[in-house]
């Protein structure tokens, strides 16, 4: 392109061609223009198509015109030379021509813009910076692409032509104001018949005709393709999935007239049979779900039918008990639908309905009481041998007569007694009111029925039995109040009654209270007044000596017939204060008016002081005991100390030892002791001396200071016995041998003597054993 525009100066362009020979561009000569105002080159774009393979190519050379060639240094900055990306565009700084040097990508960079500099060989600035924009030319060097591999649409069977679907959607990188981005779909492979036709500018996909079958196909598979260059270009394909939804266009059918089954009579929740049906719509679907309806054949509503999820089948149960004797076949009439509404354009099924025969097999049916519960009354005290009720069943089994017995199962307290062959109950003893198994007046139990069938059947009967209460006990009055009534007949509030009554209403309260008519003479003094149905007022009318008063009481209550009990009542009649209440002088007298009678005062006194007398008895009995106990273990000169060494028990050396210590050299040490062993060295002592020398007469001890000898002089005699072992060494049982790792357990046999002993901690023992400690201990 040899094309040059000059505003103000002449300006030369060379493009790419193919003889590589640039045009010369003169961006900075400027021309003379007096009439208007000087203004700078415009340069049009320099235009470079992308993917060039011949490099370096030459696109442009600029000049300036105000030194020769050769006396001017020419450069280039921007994007592409010194910017990313680099190296994309260079200059030769003598000729100014420009070069590409890199395959250029519009689809990364669609243009640069670029600064060309002209300076003097001395470095100094001849010309102005001026712009320099390189447009990269779209080349179709990209594909279009699918947004997705797979597209997927539905669409309701038998839907009308023209039905949206789904849309097919594509991207292409090249540039979209031309057409390499220009984009075509199609549908290249959809089967037979062609249903579907897509749009070739939008991708919708939409239906073109009728027959949308989903039981004859249910899924359909269309290969769609794009192309670029307005369909000529590249292409791409992808692959759209459409489902066909199901709609209720298929009636459920059985798939039998007539169905037969058989069930038990007397029992329910079982189930009898099922009923088949087809359905070609979606399983699980409500367009397939099948709905049962008895239409017939079921007054009683003694069948129920649901459906299998899984199976579609209808389950005919029984929901009520069946008898063989009333009824022994039943015709049923069901019919069939789905749980969604059927198309209105949808054929009539032609088995809908069909009929179901049960035949009812007879079997042992357990007896039935008539009334269950059975509920009846009986008075409360009842003797034994009261008839209660009868309580009887029948058979069912008409056709098969069979024998009932009758049994108890329940009667916590064994209160009832049960004819085996009439079920006629009687008491056979009385019930206690008092019984935890009598709640609100009610005893239950339980009644069974047993056929003699094989094998038999068993019914049971709750029976109710309500304890009428009776009115066998009188009223009493309760426990008077802590109280008195003053001798002035208008002074103090008088004195509060009240009765109980152990029965039950209606015959308990309300109570009456009277004077007793028996003596006419307590009217004239006395007067009773009723409070409320329980409570009436005692008060004086004249006034009496103060003191006490026994006043003989009339009560009855309200149950029928009528108790009634005559009491005695102990009124305390005494001086009263101002504010009503007796003095502090008639205090003896108001314990009278409490209740206490004299003989009773009298017993609960004597029972004190006998209880006194035995505490005293045991405590001077303690007191006497922990003095004796404190006397010293050696007090008194004349108590024998031989009496205080108890023989609990002595083991000797085994069976063959015969000759133990004996005790009696320190029992009797008066009485030496003889033995007609030869003089010498003994056979059972080794510690003992070779003589045995006879002991002296010793006399008790006369005072606490001859104690210790004579002690002493014990234990040598014992020692110097050469017949049996000394009084305090080791007696040896058994001989186990030597060279034990374990330490001997007795501290005697590690010493021979009494030297080596400590008997200090005889001190800590207490004051009995300090007498001792004194002795023996170190001084």
Not at 307 to 334: A, F, I, M, Q, W
Not at 406 to 420: A, F, N, R, T
Not at 502 to 527: I, Y
Request: proline share 8%; glycine share 8%; aromatic share 6%.
């Amino acid at each position: 392109m040899d094309a040059v525009c000059i505003l103000g100066s002449s300006l030369g362009l060379s493009s790419g061609v193919p003889e590589l020979q640039p045009s010369t561009l003169y961006p900075w000569r400027q021309a003379p223009a007096p009439s208007r105002v000087r203004r700078a080159w415009v340069i049009p774009p320099i235009s470079v198509s992308e993917n060039h393979k011949r490099l370096p190519y030459p696109l442009v050379q600029i000049r300036s015109d105000k030194q020769q060639l050769g006396s001017v240094i020419y450069s280039i900055q921007g994007p592409g030379v010194d910017e990313e990306p680099r190296n994309v565009f260079s200059i030769d700084k003598f000729t100014g021509r420009v070069f590409l040097n890199a395959t250029l990508d519009r689809e990364k960079t669609d243009r640069f813009r670029l600064r060309a500099f002209a300076l003097d060989l001395g470095g100094s600035t001849l010309e102005d910076p001026t712009d320099l924009e390189i447009v990269v030319v779209d080349q179709n060097d990209n594909r279009p692409t699918f947004l997705q591999d797979v597209f997927t649409g539905h669409v309701l069977e038998g839907a009308v032509p023209g039905t949206f679907v789904t849309r097919a959607e594509a991207t292409d990188a090249d540039d979209p104001e031309t057409d390499n981005a220009a984009l075509r779909f199609s549908i290249l492979e959809q089967g037979s018949p062609e249903l579907f036709s897509i749009d070739e500018h939008t991708g919708e996909i939409r239906t073109v005709q009728v027959g949308l079958d989903r039981e004859v196909v249910a899924v359909y598979n269309l290969t769609l393709q794009v192309a670029d260059m307005s369909g000529d270009g590249l292409t791409a394909t992808a692959l759209a999935i459409i489902s066909v939804d199901d709609i209720n266009d298929n009636a459920p059918e059985f798939t039998k007239d007539e169905f037969f089954m058989e069930a038990a009579e007397a029992v329910s929740g079982v189930d009898v049979g099922r009923l088949e049906v087809e359905d070609r719509d979606l399983p699980g679907s409500p367009n397939w779900v099948a709905r049962f309806t008895i239409l017939e054949g079921d007054p009683d509503r003694q069948f129920a039918i649901r459906t299998d999820p899984k199976t579609n089948e209808g389950v005919l149960s029984v929901v009520k008990p069946l008898d063989y004797e009333s009824h022994e076949r039943y015709e049923l009439r069901v019919s069939v639908q789905n749980e969604a509404p059927i198309q209105a354009t949808t054929p009539r099924a032609q088995r809908g309905q069909t009929r179901v025969s049960v035949w009812v097999q007879d079997t042992n049916e357990a007896p039935v009481f008539p009334e269950n519960p059975l509920r009846t009354s009986l008075a409360e005290g009842a003797p034994p041998g009261t008839s209660v009720v009868t309580f009887s069943a029948r058979d069912p089994d008409t056709q098969q007569p069979q024998r009932i017995s009758y049994s108890k199962d329940y009667d916590p307290e064994d209160w009832l007694q049960v004819d085996g062959a009439t079920g006629r109950i009687q008491t056979q003893r009385v019930l206690s009111p008092a019984s935890p198994f009598l709640k609100d007046g009610w005893y239950r139990a339980i009644i069974l029925a047993l056929d003699n069938a094989m094998p038999p059947s068993t019914a049971t009967g709750t029976l109710s039995i309500e304890i009428l209460e009776v009115n066998d006990h009188a009223p009493a009055l309760a426990p008077p109040p802590l109280g008195s009534l003053c001798s002035q007949p208008d002074q103090g509030p008088g004195l509060i009654l009240g009765a109980t009554d152990e029965d039950l209403p209606p015959h308990g309260a309300p109570f009456h209270f009277q004077l007793s008519p028996r003596v006419p003479d307590l009217s004239r003094n006395w007067s009773l007044n009723q409070i409320n149905v329980s409570h009436a007022r005692l008060r004086l009318q004249h006034q009496v000596p103060e003191g006490l008063h026994r006043l003989s009481l009339l009560l009855r209550d309200s149950g029928q017939p009528p108790q009634q009990r005559e009491q005695t009542l102990n009124v305390t009649v005494c001086s009263c204060g101002p504010d009503g209440s007796c003095l502090p002088g008639a205090a003896a007298l108001q314990a009278g008016g409490a209740g206490i009678s004299l003989g009773a005062l009298v017993i609960v006194l004597a029972s004190t002081v006998v209880l006194l007398l035995l505490v005293l008895l045991a405590a001077l009995r303690m007191r006497l005991g922990r003095r004796s106990r404190d006397e010293s273990l050696l007090h008194g000169l004349k108590d024998d100390l031989r009496d205080n060494i108890l023989n609990y028990d002595e083991q000797g050396g085994g069976e063959e030892d015969q000759d133990a210590y004996d005790i009696n050299q320190l029992r009797h040490p008066v009485e030496p002791r003889t033995t007609s062993r030869p003089l010498g060295r003994p056979p059972l002592r080794r510690d003992a001396p070779f003589s045995h020398v006879r002991q002296p007469h010793r006399a008790l001890p006369s005072s606490p200071a001859d104690i210790a000898n004579f002690i002493s002089d014990g234990l040598e005699a014992a020692d110097s016995d050469p017949s049996v072992p000394p009084y305090d060494t080791a007696l040896i049982y058994d001989y186990e041998g030597d060279g034990s790792v374990a330490g001997t357990l007795s501290s005697i046999l590690s010493s021979l003597g009494d030297e080596d002993q400590d008997y200090d901690y005889l001190q800590d023992w207490g004051p009995r054993f300090a007498r001792l400690a004194d002795l023996y201990g170190h001084p």
